[in-house]
RNA sequence: GGACCUGUGGAGCAGCUAGGAGUGCUCGUCACCCUGUCAAGGUGAAGGUCGCGGGUUCAAAUCCCGUCAGGUCCGCCA
């Protein structure tokens, strides 16, 4: 046996004991007679005395330990001689008193120092991930991971899910993100691509008469990443035969309350559902985080008759005046305001109009051009409050202006302070919500044509179908999101069954029979042979433990993420490959490769 | 594809607005001292293409242009 116990597990309870730990050392300290090293494994610290009354051969070994030596230490437990508890760890009460040390491996000077006490580099924590790692933080968010994913496991096993594995070889999809694709050698000029998501795979588990599967699944997107993106991310993926959206909703909601129940210790109260329309016109956004207020407030009735041009055009053609108001923010200096409304602008929006209320009245670019009514209502109807900052923007498109607005509201919020800080043992810390309703189509420049928000197999509810031809907007789905404090955690619909259905949804999005037979033929087969009714929804797990660890980029919960360019500083990946490997592949290189992460 | 922020001994920063000798701080490394520290302490030392390239200037870490890398965001992500 080469330990019998863990460095962190050490207790009061263990005084006495000889006990034999492993471990990294993470500190030295060499007082010349006695010297004191901190030894680190998965569980947590303990010290470690070298006494030359001791022991003459384990004191003078330990001259020679440096950080980062993986060493064995054998020693007896001690209560700390009092006055020398440390209350900072907890194995504080005792030491380990040692009686001789084997160096299994020495180490180099690291690259950075092995801790919590400062931030380093993105690129050379994740060029030396394996250090990056060992430290506590990284080692408790990787076992977070490992409790979440534990648990979810759990709660579908009980309720009769099933876990089954679909390909990660499989077809490139026309539509949604970019494919990452692999050549085939056995099929020169074929390629296969890796899963966007199992869409397709799990429904036809539906058909097979599966009922019930899930799968904690690896996914690939080729798009551009951010803090919440990867290229390669995990899904939680399940779908479920003879259900209808509430049955979707209740299953996943009680899989969230069971999982924050058994990881966090926490009891989540019932997601409140928003309306997608609600929910834009409210809070602009569609992932809105609820821990704040600052909503989006209408002004068209206050501008309604106003002679200001800008409000007066966009009114006129038919576009919206909406504003939010920033507590205490007429505190903010000339140069903070006009980065405001740079920002609007970087957002899209024509412009941003401040107004101050001051214990003198409004200050505001736009005031002159107010009349007094207008003034009036535009204090009165955003309630802004001596010291406040109202924001206003006004566009033709509404869209525009929830899309400026909302990601002010976030923004500002977060370099205000006004998002709580609560503890995540406090349920209050969690606003999850259902976000329901969503269109089933939107109109999309680039193809010049309507599109689906969330998939062409979307259900469509049927009270809405009348506006198929007339206004596509109006066509709701049958697809929900789960919404956490301003992120999206969970996207799922109750899929067509009905190949009648399937057909006037093609038919509406201009894809030809042929088109919808080449590109999903495969389904649409397979629905021939009674589909059973059904519908799925597929929670990000990298998101979820990312919010549950409270970090704020998914890098910190993935044992080996990528950089914003996609690139590994550790394996140096992508990277080019020889020419035999091509060759092998039938494929030809026209743009010479240059070295990926260079400079 | 675009916007913004960052890049200074091994690590983290300051210096840049207003050009004047690689200047400073914290940590680490090495040597020596030190028997109760706990991110030990003390003394001393080593360690630098100021990301890279170009320009302006008598003079550039500092100003300008380009470029690379990292980050945040927009586009993109059915």
Not at 98 to 119: L, M, R
């Amino acid at each position: 046996m080469m330990r019998t116990h863990r460095c962190g597990d050490l207790r009061a309870e263990h005084a006495g004991e000889n006990v034999t730990l492993c471990g990294w050392v993470d500190t030295r300290r060499d007082h010349g007679g006695v010297t004191f090293a901190d030894l680190r494994d998965t569980a947590g610290l303990v010290q470690v005395v070298f006494n030359p009354d001791e022991s003459m051969d384990a004191h003078a070994a330990a001259q020679g330990l440096r950080n980062e030596f993986c060493v064995r230490i054998e020693g007896e437990v001690r209560r700390r001689p009092a006055g020398t508890v440390n209350e900072k760890i907890p194995t504080g009460e005792v030491e380990v008193t040692a009686s001789s040390v084997h160096v299994f491996s020495s180490a180099d000077t690291p690259p950075f120092q092995v801790g919590e006490h400062q931030e380093v580099d993105e690129n050379l924590r994740l060029k030396y991930r394996y250090l990056d790692l060992r430290r506590p933080s990284m080692q408790a968010n990787l076992r977070l991971r490992h409790a979440i994913i534990g648990a979810i496991r759990r709660f579908f096993d009980a309720e009769g899910f099933v876990e089954i594995e679909t390909p990660m070889l499989t077809r490139a999809t026309p539509e949604g993100a970019r494919d990452y694709l692999v050549p085939a050698r056995l099929h020169p000029g074929a390629f296969y691509a890796l899963p966007q998501s199992p869409q397709l795979f799990k429904q036809l588990f539906m058909v097979a008469g599966m009922d019930r599967y899930y799968q904690i699944v690896r996914c690939f997107r080729d798009e551009d990443l951010r803090a919440d993106r990867q290229p390669d991310f995990t899904q939680l993926d399940l779908e479920m035969s003879f259900v209808e959206v509430e049955d979707v909703l209740d299953v996943t909601e009680r899989m969230f309350k069971s999982v924050w129940a058994d990881v966090l210790g926490v009891g989540l109260p019932d997601f409140p559902r928003i309306p997608y329309r609600e929910s834009m016109e409210r809070f602009g956004s569609d992932k809105p985080d609820l821990r704040f207020g600052m909503e989006l407030i209408e002004l068209s009735d206050t501008f309604a008759a106003t002679e200001v041009r800008v409000f007066r055009s966009v009114l006129d053609a038919g576009g919206a005046v909406k504003a939010i108001v920033l507590p205490q923010g007429s505190e903010l200096g000339r140069k903070d305001l006009d980065a405001l409304v740079d920002e609007a602008k970087s957002l899209g929006a024509g412009g941003l109009v401040w107004a101050s209320v001051t214990g003198e009245g409004l200050k505001s670019p736009l005031d002159k051009f107010f009349t007094g009514d207008e003034r009036s209502g535009l204090v009165e109807t955003t309630r802004a409050r001596e010291g406040d900052l109202i924001l206003i923007v006004a566009d033709p498109r509404r869209s525009i202006v929830h899309k400026a607005l909302g990601a002010l509201r976030v923004r500002l919020a977060q370099r205000h302070d006004l998002i709580p800080r609560t503890e995540r043992s406090d349920p209050d810390h969690w606003k999850f919500a259902w976000i329901v309703d969503f269109p089933w189509f939107e109109w999309n420049d680039e193809h010049e044509g309507w599109v689906p928000i969330h998939h062409p197999f979307t259900g469509v509810v049927e009270e809405t179908l009348d506006h198929l031809d007339s206004d596509k907007e109006k066509v709701l789905s049958k697809s929900y999101d789960i919404v956490l404090n301003g992120w999206e955690l969970a996207s799922g619909s109750i899929r067509i069954h009905d190949g009648e259905m399937q057909s006037r949804m093609f038919d509406a999005l201009g894809i030809s029979r042929d088109e919808a037979s080449e590109k999903f033929g495969f389904l649409l087969e397979a629905f021939r042979y009674g589909p059973p009714p059904h519908g799925g929804i597929a929670p990000g797990i990298d998101r979820i433990v990312a919010l549950a660890a409270g970090e704020e980029n998914i890098r910190e919960v993935i044992a080996f993420p990528k950089t914003q360019s996609a690139y590994d500083p550790l394996t140096a990946a992508p990277a080019p490959v020889n020419d035999d490997q091509l060759k092998a592949l039938h494929i030809k290189v026209v743009t010479p490769p240059k070295p990926a992460g260079g400079g």
